[in-house]
């Protein structure tokens, strides 16, 4: 079966630099989600968009900014990049509403680990 | 505001047995889902279990299973016939508002589980 794509996998970047991390969602999953995991701990929602359109906001900061396109891809840019932003990005994506009306699980992609040096 | 808890920062189960994951959440908002993820040492998240707050039987998926208990706001996954393959991270998170498009997962702190040989 078909799983979320991100890339790059992995990515190396210096202090002040920008960069540009790609999510695609599940085919026919229109909903994506954008979660941040620092070194032993647990993930952080930064933001969500449903059908192009911001839907939720978490501790994202003002330096990263997103947004979901057409086809329903996502992409997340971070520029001024700090050494507290080295961590493993998560894109996730879920279905449309189920018959019963609820949303249920998220699928997450395999991550990108960004290191900030 | 809502809060999800994981009191078992390690867990150590022998092969083939079974194990408990302890899982408390605080919430009040009544439609909330409660999911588990295991997170290999390779960073993946990868979905096990998803349960709905209006959900009258609680949830199973092959050897995993969801002892959801309301009054005391627990979701504990238990893992049956424990293999070496189970050794990871385990995180538990809720999402309020499943009939709402985009909302975010919170995550507890996570359950690392060891399984011996």
């Known amino acids: 079966a078909a799983g979320v794509i991100q890339s790059p996998r992995h990515l190396i970047k210096e202090k002040r630099e920008t960069a540009t991390l790609k999510c695609y969602p599940i085919p026919r999953h229109d909903t994506v989600y954008w979660y941040q995991q620092g070194p032993g701990q647990d993930p952080q929602f930064l933001i969500s968009f449903y059908e192009k359109m911001q839907s939720d906001k978490g501790s994202i900061p003002d330096r990263f900014s997103a947004q979901q396109f057409s086809d329903y891809h996502s992409e997340l840019n971070m520029s001024s990049l700090e050494l507290g932003d080295s961590a493993l990005y998560f894109c996730?994506?879920?279905?449309?509403?189920?018959?019963?009306?609820?949303?249920?699980?998220?699928?997450f992609g395999p991550g990108t680990r960004l290191t900030v040096t | 505001a809502q809060k999800i808890t994981q009191t078992q920062p390690g867990m150590f189960v022998q092969e083939k047995e079974a194990v408990t994951l302890d899982c408390t959440y605080d919430?009040?908002?009544?439609?909330?889902?409660l999911f588990w993820y295991k997170q290999p040492s390779s960073g993946e998240m990868i979905f096990l279990i998803y349960?709905?707050?209006?959900?009258?039987q609680n949830a199973t998926e092959g050897r995993y299973s969801l002892n959801f208990q309301k009054a005391r706001k627990s979701a504990n996954l238990v893992i049956s016939a424990s293999q070496l393959g189970d050794s990871a991270m385990y995180f538990c998170a809720m999402r309020e508002g499943i009939y709402n498009q985009g909302g975010k997962l919170i995550f507890g702190q996570g359950t690392e589980l060891s399984v011996k040989p």
């Open positions: 996730a994506s879920s279905p449309r509403r189920s018959l019963a009306g609820a949303i249920y699980e998220q699928y």
């Open positions: 349960q709905g707050s209006y959900d009258q």
């Open positions: 919430t009040s908002d009544p439609s909330y889902g």
